[in-house]
């Protein structure tokens, strides 16, 4: 069975759905057959990844792509990129796209740089990342930066819709829409929720397919019970989520009532557990034990 991410992932700027002042800007480039080193950075699902591969579609190069959450140190500038850049091409231009640039070691993004200047004649970069703060000065301005803002809610209906009918499935409206206000702006949760959610030609959803965005309340509502550690870790484990980014910001924005007079202590903790979920393989260890101190504070 082919995911419909995959299947229904824009190949042109045409089909590419939203930012209209961005598509416009690559078209340009893409009339210009070259493109700038560019730093594609919003929220996780809405994009980023598309336009990077759409625009090598539609210039002739030869490509490089790397995911820098697998692969982020060091090494990976040294052993994979610097032989790439550095290498006779097959056409005028080489484009390396490194997806998830926030998972680079600052090391690493220092190396990175270089490569970038030495290489500037022949090897263009495409960078995209969730945390646009997590990219060092000297690599943000090596590159043109464009926020990929998710398109509205109507415009993600439209489009799950589209898919449905291609896909000869029946449109539920309150079905769709159920979905996206749960998974929104994160297209890619919503249509790969929407495609597992099909049984038997009809679309068919389930309380699991939504828990995601009530881990954040769920959370919150422990800590403001003090519940034990065990029914946290509990909570992370039914969730079903892989990555927790949005839940520091989500405690963060309740600190005042959850900690009260400890806000500014909590504010200290949360802070140093979101650091060090950048670098850690396991995301729920960190998010439990940023938890467990938190329920300290509490």
């Not at 598509?23 to 560019?38: F, H, T, V």
């Not at 919150?220 to 079903?240: H, N």
Request: proline share 3%; charged share 25%.
């Amino acid at each position: 069975m082919e995911l419909w991410v995959e299947k229904y992932r824009p190949q042109t700027l045409e089909e590419y759905v939203g930012n209209e002042t961005i598509k416009n800007k690559i078209a340009d480039y893409l009339e210009q057959g070259s493109i700038q080193n560019l730093l594609l950075h919003g929220v996780a699902g809405t994009g980023k990844t598309t336009l990077a591969k759409l625009i090598t579609k539609n210039i002739d190069c030869d490509l490089l792509y790397l995911n820098a959450s697998d692969e982020r140190g060091i090494d990976t500038i040294r052993e994979k990129i610097q032989p790439f850049a550095g290498s006779m091409g097959f056409n005028d231009v080489k484009i390396v796209i490194l997806d998830e640039a926030d998972y680079l070691t600052p090391q690493a993004q220092a190396t990175l740089r270089h490569t970038i200047e030495a290489c500037s004649a022949t090897t263009r970069f495409i960078l995209t990342c969730n945390y646009l703060e997590r990219i060092i000065s000297p690599l943000q301005s090596r590159c043109q930066t464009f926020e990929i803002t998710p398109p509205s809610k109507e415009v993600v209906t439209d489009l799950a819709c589209r898919i449905m009918i291609t896909e000869g499935v029946p449109v539920k409206q309150w079905e769709v829409v159920s979905v996206i206000d749960t998974h929104y702006p994160d297209i890619r949760k919503i249509i790969n929720t929407i495609q597992g959610s099909i049984v038997d030609g009809q679309i068919k959803i389930d309380n699991d397919s939504l828990k995601n965005t009530q881990l954040g309340g769920l959370v919150v509502d422990a800590l403001i019970r003090k519940a034990k550690l065990t029914e946290m870790r509990q909570i992370l484990a039914d969730s079903g989520a892989r990555e927790f980014d949005d839940l520091f910001k989500y405690i963060y924005d309740k600190s005042s009532v959850l900690f009260g007079d400890r806000e500014g202590e909590a504010i200290l903790i949360i802070a140093k557990y979101q650091y060090e979920y950048t670098f850690v393989l396991e995301k729920e260890i960190c998010i439990a034990a940023m938890l467990n101190k938190l329920l300290e504070t509490c």
